[in-house]
């Protein structure tokens, strides 16, 4: 679609001698609705005050930008669509703001961006030229991509999200872990965080009232100086520990030396977390999580997760008899790359997800399993292929779940629902409706969801690696929430929430983040 050329007014202000004289200009055709437009001195970045939109559709008003005098000066042009923006906004709503600045994100994409031929004089600018065209040399586009790129170095927009009600409350431990990469909320409400610490166990503990993070060692493991301990699963029931805390009865902990690893497991007996006997030589070098389920008949433990931390190379389940006995293996899926999640469906059919998305399945009178999904690793392609290249995330209600999300990365979000032996997987609508173009599945570089959690009032969070906070309405609504100060740039590792109405959200490196989940209305 082509459009008709605009013609703006450049009002040339020229400080040195008082003169008001004025060009006109006229500004190349674009195929969308919108443009952006930012004069600014040669030379520096654009400031955020310099930037605006310029509506191209027919019979909007006219602008009247303005070049400044004081040497020379240069200026963008760039398309802007409204299909790469939010369902809550759309480009005249946008707001500039420095890069730096809290909850600045950058500028959408941008299409046949312009600059002028070369930096000039404000009372006779250069024409604007397109950045990548095709009939000048290489290295003059690239002189033009470079001075594009500096001229937008320090202006994002200031992205659109819903404030919590009770604002964000953020704590750092006083300890330094890495990360908190797994959470669990507790019947009394307490919050119990697994830390990524070297050479020790340790979990957060952050009580009901909300006051300072305690933190509590966990097991005698014996961890080598210098290696990673990693608290991933935080299961079973719940113990009173020493200190009066509400705590998981059962830990799992991967201890990574570098070209070696480990996974230990352990669970609370006579007043301490004890590692189990014989876990080790289950194979599992890296458990994702523990799940009690009925195998063979019998209520068991079932531990999941790879071989190896480091080139997985086998999927591993491992079980034993809650009432105790030894630890072995009820699945290996060689040339897989973890098992991320097992479900017990209503009916006893047992679903095993692997990292790459491929669904097993064990009937509650079989022994062997069998694939119901291929993902589209190599070749073909079904429901769960694509772009869902490691399930990062899942929740649901286990047990006896039917149904779950996962959230992976690229943009990729399944509802999984269990029914009688067999699934359903299905795409939520309108989640592009809370993303912006260079965040969704299409896009060159999506986000990933890090992190997801369903929390009591049935909504569903989503953290990407971006520290983008979405939030699904049970209604299905999808919507940006703001995330707290000090969060830009830090990735979410988990997520975690209260029937009081508690979101309690941890990052990388380690901030631990609070509020309700409710939004103002």
């Not at 994702?288 to 480091?310: D, K, P, Q, T, Y």
Request: with cysteine.
């Amino acid at each position: 679609m082509t459009r008709p050329l605009a013609v703006l007014v450049l009002a040339s202000i020229l400080a040195a001698c008082g003169d008001d004289d004025s060009v006109s200009f006229t500004l190349p055709e674009l195929d969308t609705p919108f443009a952006l437009l930012g004069t600014t001195s040669a030379g520096r970045p654009l400031r955020p005050s310099a930037l605006q939109v310029v509506d191209l559709r027919p019979g909007a008003a006219p602008v009247s930008p303005t070049f400044t005098a004081g040497g020379d000066v240069d200026a963008v042009w760039a398309g802007l669509d409204t299909v790469d923006f939010p369902s809550t906004l759309g480009p005249p709503e946008l707001s500039f703001v420095r890069s730096g600045e809290r909850g600045a994100r950058a500028l959408p994409p941008l299409y046949t961006p312009h600059v002028l031929r070369v930096p000039s004089p404000p009372d006779a600018p250069e024409p604007l030229v397109p950045v990548d065209a095709g009939d000048v040399s290489l290295a003059v586009r690239e002189e033009r991509r470079a001075r594009l790129d500096a001229l937008l170095s320090d202006v994002g927009i200031d992205e659109p999200c819903r404030p919590p009600r009770t604002g964000w409350t953020v704590d750092t431990p006083r300890i330094s872990p890495e990360a908190a990469v797994t959470a669990r909320a507790m019947s009394d409400g307490t919050t119990v965080l697994g830390f990524v610490s070297t050479a020790t166990v340790v979990l957060g503990v952050l009580s009901v009232d909300d006051q300072a993070l305690a933190v509590i060692g966990a097991g005698n493991l014996r961890i080598d100086n210098g290696a990673r301990a990693t608290v991933r699963a935080l299961d079973g029931a719940e113990i009173t520990h020493p200190s009066g805390a509400r705590l998981p009865a059962a830990l799992s902990v991967n201890i990574d030396a570098g070209f070696t690893s480990e996974a230990q497991l352990l669970m609370w007996r006579d007043g301490r977390w004890r590692a189990e006997p014989d876990f080790v030589q289950a194979g599992l070098r890296n458990v994702r999580g523990l799940r009690e389920v009925v195998i063979e008949g019998e209520r068991s433990w079932c531990a999941f997760g790879a071989s190896r931390a480091l080139a997985q190379s086998a999927a591993i389940i491992a079980c034993r008899a809650l009432a105790g006995g030894p630890w072995t293996q009820v699945a290996v899926f060689d040339g897989r790359f973890g098992i991320t999640e097992l479900i017990e469906g209503a009916d006893g059919t047992l679903w095993a997800i692997d990292l790459g998305g491929t669904i097993h399945r064990r009937a509650r009178t079989a022994t062997q399993w069998s694939i119901v999904s291929e993902t589209a690793v190599n070749a073909g392609c079904d429901t769960l292929c694509a772009t869902l290249g490691e399930i990062t995330s899942s929740e649901g209600a286990f047990g006896t779940a039917d149904g779950f999300w996962v959230a992976g990365n690229s943009a990729q979000l399944l509802r999984l629902d269990f029914v009688a032996g067999s699934f359903t997987a299905g795409v939520p609508a309108g989640i592009d409706d809370a993303l912006f173009g260079d965040e969704r599945p299409s896009a060159v570089a999506p986000v990933d969801f890090v992190a997801a959690h369903e929390s009591p009032d049935g909504a569903l969070w989503l953290a990407t690696e971006r520290g983008v906070l979405l939030r699904r309405d049970p209604s299905g609504t999808f919507e940006r929430i703001c995330r707290p100060d000090g969060f830009a740039g830090v990735e979410v590792a988990a997520l975690a929430s209260h029937p009081d109405g508690r979101l309690i959200m941890s990052g990388r490196p380690v901030l631990i983040a609070r509020t309700s989940w409710t939004t103002e209305r």
